[in-house]
């Protein structure tokens, strides 16, 4: 079977789409597994395996359930594809995409088109619809500081929210009071205390692995927000929405495309139903998106909610595939994917380019693999002062460089080494690659490489097997959002 595209700018009419490839990722099932919906226990039964009652959280595997359910029975030609086991099915490069996006994505995920969702805080036509001040601001720990400083001034009572755009899912969000001050976590268990405000506590070695990057950190007056709601968009336009209630899957959904309920402080448990408000939503959320249409790329959420004086505002943006769905009328989802499909079609033009899922040009590199760091330089591929380089790191050796990591010819000024200690690889180097910026003395023997030490949690590698190295590797900068070239002429295995 085969399913006519809409005619697109990116598409010719008449092509077709050979069928959907829907990724699952198979969540034990919860302990109340036989109180959910008997047509989401059917499809995970057909795709996944047996339904039956386990220790997984119940909201995580209902919208599993959901989406399987929902996308097998709208999307023409569906081929389930269940993360971490054998897929059979036909080329995934040949089919639309529908599911979630693992945290180490399939190639076919990585050739997508792009979406910018997440960098909302750069698009200005999105500004006159967020309802409170906000400032971007480059990572740079006195400017960060300058700028909070400067938004209490401005703002006073109100407070001020930072959230780091380059980290914004592992760096919480600093909330600073009108008093200057903020509550300071301990990622090692400690007790928070409240303390005056400052980017280096907030941010840590963040600051230091991302200094200078420009538009790092949004500095945002403080808001009330209340009703907090999400929209979902699909092909530019909102197609239905939900009320942000944690405990609410599409397995709630009483038939409502702009489901009517939800908290007026999140989760305070107090749900009420306020079929005007999501009205209103309904209205501003197509207003904003057409406002926005030249500035953002690819399906997205857009969460919303109600300022004190009872008008509706933006709260942030991002990527469609891995966004919770609450109450969501998943049919009505599911039909506007459907009649979308460019938005879900792999490029192949695309395979591991910057802008797939969020990767960004200006972190690409290229990974190259070679045990004789000699013939690298013999294929033109090392920099002429490598033997200052060596001359003045006691820390490199001729049998101690492994990998390099080669900029692609012309784009970049840098070419940074992987070393191997005790057969695990140290990222110090690896780490200040990801920072185009701060590679100036790398390699002239200003800088202490034995004094900048990364553990491996910060590309997500643990426990790391000598023998899995360039595979792991590889997946995490893919994790990190690093695009990856690989010269296979000279790998070894």
């Known amino acids: 079977m085969s399913h006519t595209r809409q005619e697109s700018p990116g598409f010719s009419r008449g092509e077709e789409v050979n069928g959907w490839l829907i990724d699952i990722n198979p969540r034990e099932c919860p302990p109340d597994v036989m109180d959910t919906p008997e047509a989401y226990r059917a499809a995970w039964g057909r795709y996944v395996g047996e339904a039956v009652p386990g220790d997984g959280d119940p909201e995580d595997w209902r919208e599993q359930a959901a989406r399987l359910e929902a996308a097998t029975r709208i999307l023409p030609d569906p081929h389930v594809r269940v993360a971490g086991r054998p897929y059979e099915g036909p080329d995934p490069m040949t089919l639309a995409h529908y599911g979630v996006v693992m945290l180490r994505p399939y190639m076919d995920q990585l050739s997508l088109p792009p979406s910018n969702a997440d960098r909302y805080d750069l698009m200005p036509a999105l500004r006159p619809f967020l309802g409170r001040d906000v400032q971007s601001v480059a990572c740079d720990g006195d400017m960060i500081d300058a700028a909070a400083r400067g938004m209490l001034d401005r703002h006073p009572g109100s407070g001020v929210v930072a959230k780091f755009m380059l980290r914004e899912k592992h760096l919480p969000l600093a909330f600073i009071d009108p008093d200057g001050t903020f509550m300071q976590t301990d990622e090692y268990g400690g007790k928070p205390e409240r303390i005056p405000f400052a980017a280096w506590r907030w941010a840590g070695y963040d600051l230091a692995l991302f200094e200078g990057e420009p538009d790092a950190v949004l500095v945002q007056q403080k808001a009330r927000m209340r009703y907090e709601y999400r929209m979902q968009v699909i092909g530019g336009k909102p197609v239905c929405g939900a009320g942000c209630i944690e405990r609410f899957t599409p397995a709630d959904n009483r038939g409502n495309r702009y489901d009517p309920r939800m908290e007026e402080t999140r989760n305070s448990g107090r749900i009420e139903s306020h079929p005007d408000i999501a009205r209103l939503y309904e209205q501003f959320a197509h207003e904003t998106a057409h406002a926005i249409r030249g500035e953002i790329e690819g399906p997205y959420v857009m969460d919303l909610y109600l300022d004190d004086a009872g008008q509706p505002h933006v709260i942030e943006l991002n990527p469609q595939s891995n966004s919770g769905l609450y109450a969501l009328d998943m049919d009505a989802l599911l039909t506007a994917i459907r009649d979308n499909p460019e938005q879900f079609m792999p490029d192949p033009s695309r395979g591991g380019m910057p ?128 695009n990856i070239g690989i010269d296979t002429s000279n790998l070894e295995n």
């Open 355 to 482: 802008g797939c899922l969020g990767v960004r040009e200006e972190d690409s590199i290229c990974f190259f693999s070679d045990t004789d760091w000699k013939s690298l330089r013999q294929k033109g591929t090392i920099v002429n002062d490598i033997d200052k380089l060596i001359a003045s790191n006691p820390y490199f050796k001729d049998d101690g460089i492994k990998y390099w990591l080669v900029p692609p010819k012309g784009e970049y000024d840098f070419e940074l080494a992987i070393l191997f200690e005790d057969d695990y690889p140290d990222f110090t180097v690896l780490t200040w690659a990801l920072n185009r910026k701060q590679t100036e003395g790398l390699f002239d023997g200003t800088t202490d490489l034995s004094m900048i030490r990364i553990p491996h949690l910060d590309l997500g590698i643990d426990d790391m097997d000598a023998d899995e190295t360039v595979r792991e590797l590889f997946e995490a900068l893919l994790r990190r959002g690093i």
